[in-house]
């Protein structure tokens, strides 16, 4: 039977994690084994629970309690689930739920860059993508279209933030994915040669007067790419793309410059795909 508790103290400490926290207070970057993460809606926590991701807590309309929740409700032994109406869980969030449950889980730990792209042959680097919903859009492509492993740079959004889980409809837990580097100065020197040292070849995401056409032959022959996006707005750094071994761009017309990062992702993945 589930562990339910009906909420009757906003001020409760063990609902801190779901209404009073910050997503970096959730990540506890200094002790990361103790850091949890907020998964939402029945599907995202299924595909989490699949994953081997431990539930902490749960938050959830009543009537989800033996409505859609139920099934992975059986799946999460003595977590508490704290329920109330939506109204109510409104209140204490300050945000609408969608499809009213929210799950907090265990941070994993993070692999070995190396061990994660032994045998890939398409990887992603996300270069200081800071919006959520972008890292979010950018994994569901990646699931979709057969990219082996996300790499994120140390400034970049956490792709465990609760927007982005939830974007990426749990196709986050799917993707193999790690930080390349520990601090920002680790980006792009020793995460470039560490990609080169693992084989691969670097295609930047970029207009300039240098780049080729996504769908270039040579670019298409490479053995194991990386695929690197930049950030919002700017894009890639200067020393980024310099130290790339190909600058590639996806023809515009009707005089559009450029694509959302997270729209140019899925084009990229796609033309690029490993044959």
């Given at each position: 039977m589930p562990n339910v508790r009906e909420i009757t103290d906003f001020s409760a400490p063990e609902l801190d994690v779901f209404a009073r926290l910050t997503e970096a207070q959730l990540r506890c970057r200094l002790e990361p084994e103790k850091g949890v993460f907020i998964a939402e809606s029945p599907k995202v926590i299924a595909r989490a629970l699949d994953a081997g991701c431990e539930p902490v807590s749960l938050l959830m309309e009543r009537r989800h309690v033996e409505g859609d929740a139920a099934e992975?409700?059986?799946?999460?032994?003595?977590?508490?689930?704290?329920?109330?109406?939506?109204?109510?869980?409104?209140?204490?969030?300050?945000?609408?739920?969608?499809?009213?449950?929210?799950?907090?889980?265990r941070r994993p730990a993070l692999p070995d860059a190396a061990a994660l792209c032994a045998k890939a042959r398409r990887v992603a680097v996300l270069e200081n993508i800071v919006d959520a919903t972008n890292v979010g859009a950018i994994f569901r492509s990646a699931a979709a279209l057969g990219i082996d492993a996300v790499l994120v740079t140390p400034s970049?959004?956490?792709?465990?933030?609760?927007?982005?889980?939830?974007?990426?409809?749990?196709?986050?837990?799917?993707?193999?994915?790690?930080?390349?580097?520990?601090?920002?100065a680790d980006w792009p020197g020793r995460g470039m040669a560490q990609l080169r040292a693992l084989g691969f070849k670097t295609a930047a995401m970029a207009l300039c007067d240098t780049s080729v056409?996504?769908?270039?032959?040579?670019?298409?022959?490479?053995?194991?790419?990386?695929?690197?996006?930049?950030?919002?707005?700017?894009?890639l750094a200067q020393s980024t793309i310099a130290a790339c071994d190909y600058t590639a761009r996806i023809p515009m017309q009707r005089g559009v410059d450029s694509l959302n990062v997270a729209a140019a992702s899925a084009v990229a993945f796609w033309q690029l795909r490993a044959k």
């Amino acid at each position: 039977m589930p562990n339910v508790r009906e909420i009757t103290d906003f001020s409760a400490p063990e609902l801190d994690v779901f209404a009073r926290l910050t997503e970096a207070q959730l990540r506890c970057r200094l002790e990361p084994e103790k850091g949890v993460f907020i998964a939402e809606s029945p599907k995202v926590i299924a595909r989490a629970l699949d994953a081997g991701c431990e539930p902490v807590s749960l938050l959830m309309e009543r009537r989800h309690v033996e409505g859609d929740a139920a099934e992975i409700l059986a799946r999460c032994g003595a977590a508490p689930v704290y329920t109330g109406e939506r109204a109510l869980l409104e209140r204490l969030t300050g945000y609408e739920l969608t499809r009213g449950v929210l799950c907090a889980m265990r941070r994993p730990a993070l692999p070995d860059a190396a061990a994660l792209c032994a045998k890939a042959r398409r990887v992603a680097v996300l270069e200081n993508i800071v919006d959520a919903t972008n890292v979010g859009a950018i994994f569901r492509s990646a699931a979709a279209l057969g990219i082996d492993a996300v790499l994120v740079t140390p400034s970049c959004c956490d792709p465990l933030c609760r927007r982005a889980v939830r974007v990426s409809m749990g196709t986050v837990f799917q993707v193999p994915w790690t930080q390349l580097g520990r601090e920002p100065a680790d980006w792009p020197g020793r995460g470039m040669a560490q990609l080169r040292a693992l084989g691969f070849k670097t295609a930047a995401m970029a207009l300039c007067d240098t780049s080729v056409p996504i769908d270039d032959p040579r670019l298409m022959a490479e053995e194991k790419l990386a695929i690197v996006l930049g950030t919002e707005g700017t894009g890639l750094a200067q020393s980024t793309i310099a130290a790339c071994d190909y600058t590639a761009r996806i023809p515009m017309q009707r005089g559009v410059d450029s694509l959302n990062v997270a729209a140019a992702s899925a084009v990229a993945f796609w033309q690029l795909r490993a044959k």
